[in-house]
């Protein structure tokens, strides 16, 4: 059996539980962002699975330019990100959610 | 080729905003230097392709960027001719102006950054306002109609308040460029009001005139257009206009070019600018921008006045008065800034009395001569001011041995400014007089001969007059020996650098022998280059009105020997010279009815400011603070309750699109 688009948006809609899932249940920042990036990583093979199967029209990379700016992207995010994490650990030594509520209102 | 013309015009506008990239101050203005140079470097390239192509004339390239399309839905309508162009205008007097304009400027900038000193606040904005100015001016002389014109019009007064005030901690300065953009929204307004004037009257016969080439609709304000509907207008081929409309039309536009070029009822910010701008700012600002302006304005609107007649008479006589009062009033000023001041209204005056008799090259040639000299002069004079720390000539002396290379360039602008012989001044200050003598229009008509007599009469007065000012500056600041006087200090008395004397010197090269192309009688000169209508200048009476200049400036040079060396004293005018110094009580007429209308009606107005801010403005804020207050709960602060809501927030997107698309929404149902 050949895979066919529904194999890829199916795979593409577990990755996104799993990483939704991952982002309520984690405790630690850390699981946090992981969890964020496996969500990026469904949305990137959602994006290349409909350009492989030729849904974009007249236009029939732009799912692939969409992959390859998301990856771009999600690079990006996980640099500052790091970073952020680093310095909260550094002035907190603790990188649990439940302890971090600074920006209520 | 003439799409250069639109790089003439960008340029400048680039450098006002890449000034503001660099963190170095010196930085934003070597910026702004390099893309005004650049900027004259490409007009020099039109001006020249120009010149060669001359034997096409007349000529002029009209490059339309955007047509202002109000749409079908308006059609028949009154706003539904309204077809207002971006574009540019390649011609003669516009290649001419654009490379005036960027090289003053240029020179002015670079004069500017030995000028000021870096560690004062506003050095940028110093640069990127001289910079906006020239763009301003720039785009304002290749406007191809009047609306753009108007628009360029308003920036230059926007761009000169921001200047002129620029050491605004100071209430003088500030108090300057208030009454300066004040007096001048006056010509705004004028100019405003002919524009609407224009449309409400032409716009509906806009039809009849041909678009041009390439073009799907006509511009009622294109210069071309509206100078065939004047002429329709005149001959009455145009329903509900005739030769009263154009009258009041060329009103308009003369009050509004009075303004800003400062005739005589509206002279009364000039002074006090030239005492509290800095000396670049007064440089450009009294050559080849402000003042520039009013002239190329009626120069742009010549067929107008061609066909009214009667305000071209009341044109030249309110410049020929302006000229002659303002170069009597200059002679007897000892301050250096309002001497150049009123030599500069003085000198206005006679372009707008040549215009006003029909002599339109000799106007844009004194223009441009006089940018030269008067450039010059205002830059020698603030390395004089700065050198000697006074602004009283009377004071000054010995810049000769001093300050060589300033003294020498204020001899050669002085000079050309005054008239003599075979200077660049000489030959224009010439050509006005044989145009005024001549009193002829490109249409052959001319205003009454009393008039005329009266304008040749105060022409020949103000070139006599004229001269003595400048000259008496130059002999008071540059001979002698160095001042002894308590607190003076002589060392001070040295050049400012070379950034400063080279562009000064250079304009006064330029004043001295700039001249060349507008002599008389030499095959494609001046007057055969720049010129109203379709016919080439003529040059009759050109040696009679050359001769006269020259005996008159060195008659008038020999005055202001004499007064320096003491042999003439130098008339006090008394109270009648007071009178007109200080704005012949104009400002004072000006307070009171600002302060008996506007101030009056203030109270008024601020009792209805603060009804509605108690009744409504304060209740708004009071319902925003509840709703904050409200708000700010769901604020927690917590990663996973932000994240459950964002989830929340995506099924319930996703359930209506899903629910929407199987149709089981009712507003979404249409699209199965």
């Known amino acids: ?105 | 080729m003439y799409n250069l013309a639109w790089a003439v015009v960008l340029l400048p506008l680039g450098g006002f905003l890449f000034a503001f990239l660099p963190e170095s101050p010196r930085r934003a203005a070597q910026v702004c230097i390099t893309f005004t140079a650049a900027a004259f470097v490409v007009s020099m390239i039109l001006l020249l392709y120009r010149v060669a192509h001359v034997k096409d004339n007349p000529y002029q390239a009209l490059i339309t960027f955007w047509t202002f399309d109000p749409g079908t839905k308006l059609q028949g309508g009154f706003i539904s001719d309204f077809h207002a162009q971006i574009g540019v205008l390649v011609d003669n007097l516009s290649c001419v102006m654009m490379a005036v304009v960027s090289l003053v400027s240029l020179l002015v900038q670079v004069y500017a950054t030995g000028f000021l000193r870096r560690d004062e606040g506003g050095y940028t904005r110093h640069f990127a306002g001289l910079v906006m100015a020239t763009f301003a001016m720039l785009a304002l002389v290749a406007s191809p109609n009047l609306f753009g014109l108007w628009v360029f019009w308003e920036l230059l007064g926007v761009c000169f308040y921001v200047l002129v005030a620029h050491w605004w901690d100071r209430p003088e300065a500030a108090a300057a460029a208030r009454r300066m953009f004040l007096i001048t929204r006056i010509g705004d307004l004028a100019l405003l009001l002919g524009l609407v004037f224009v449309f409400a009257k032409f716009a509906a016969s806009v039809a009849q005139v041909p678009a041009a080439a390439g073009q799907t609709a006509t511009d009622p304000f294109n210069f071309f257009v509206m100078e065939k509907q004047f002429s329709g207008a005149i001959a009455g081929h145009v329903a509900g206009t005739g030769p009263r409309t154009l009258i009041i039309l060329a009103l308009l536009v003369l009050l509004a070019a009075a303004a800003k070029s400062a005739l005589l009822p509206l002279h009364t910010w000039v002074g006090r600018v030239f005492e509290e701008a800095p000396a670049p700012v007064t440089a450009l600002l009294s050559t080849v921008t402000m003042s520039a302006a009013g002239v190329y304005l009626v120069a742009r609107m010549y067929p107008l006045f061609e066909v009214a007649p009667h305000v071209a008479s009341v044109m030249a006589v309110l410049g020929a008065l302006t000229a002659v009062i303002a170069a009597a009033v200059a002679v007897a000023q000892n301050d250096i800034r309002r001497l150049l001041a009123w030599s500069t209204t003085s000198q206005v005056g006679l372009m707008f009395a040549a215009l006003g008799t029909g002599a339109y090259s000799a106007a844009i040639f004194q223009m441009i001569t006089h940018a030269w000299a008067k450039a010059a002069l205002v830059l020698a004079a603030g390395s004089l001011v700065a050198a000697y720390r006074t602004t009283d000539i009377r004071e000054m002396s010995g810049a000769w041995q001093h300050m060589r290379a300033t003294s020498r360039a204020l001899a050669v602008a002085a000079a050309s400014a005054a008239g003599v012989v075979l200077l660049a001044g000489f030959w224009s200050l010439g050509a006005i007089l044989a145009g005024v003598m001549r009193n002829q229009f490109p249409n052959g008509a001319h205003v009454a001969g009393w008039v005329q007599a009266l304008v040749v009469v105060c022409v020949a007065l103000t070139v006599l007059l004229g001269a003595v000012a400048p000259m008496r500056m130059f002999f008071q600041a540059s001979l002698g020996e160095l001042p002894r006087r308590r607190g003076f200090q002589p060392q001070r008395v040295r050049e400012v650098g070379a950034r400063v004397v080279r562009p000064t010197a250079l304009l006064a090269g330029l004043a001295a022998l700039g001249g060349f192309m507008g002599i008389p009688g030499v095959r494609a000169g001046f007057s055969h280059f720049v010129f109203a209508g379709t016919t080439r200048g003529a040059d009759d009476h050109a040696l009679a009105g050359l001769v006269v200049v020259g005996v008159l400036a060195v008659a008038g040079a020999g005055v202001a020997w004499a007064a320096h060396t003491g042999r003439v004293k130098v008339p006090s005018t008394g109270r009648a010279g007071a009178l007109v110094a200080g704005g012949l009580r104009l400002d004072a007429a000006y307070d009171w009815a600002v302060a008996n209308t506007v101030l009056r009606a203030a109270p008024v107005v601020a009792t209805v400011d603060d009804a509605v801010r108690e009744r409504v403005l304060d209740e708004v804020g009071e319902v925003v603070e509840t709703a904050a207050e409200a708000g700010r709960r769901w604020q927690v602060g917590r990663i996973d309750a932000v994240t459950v809501s964002a989830f929340a927030g995506v099924v319930l997107v996703a359930g209506a699109v899903v629910l929407g698309a199987t149709g089981h929404l009712p507003f979404t149902g249409a699209t199965r």
Request: net charge neutral.
């Open chain 1, 1 to 105: 059996m050949d895979a066919g688009i529904g194999h890829f948006l199916a795979l593409s809609a577990l990755l996104f539980a799993i990483g939704a899932f991952g982002m309520l249940a984690r405790r630690n920042l850390l699981g946090v962002l992981m969890s964020a990036q496996v969500m990026v990583a469904a949305a990137t093979v959602a994006l290349a699975a409909f350009a492989r199967f030729g849904y974009g029209g007249s236009r029939p990379l732009s799912g692939a330019a969409f992959a390859f700016f998301v990856i771009i992207g999600g690079a990006a995010e996980v640099l500052v990100a790091t970073a952020v994490l680093l310095l909260v650990h550094r002035r907190r030594e603790s990188l649990d959610v439940d302890e971090l509520d600074d920006l209520r209102g």
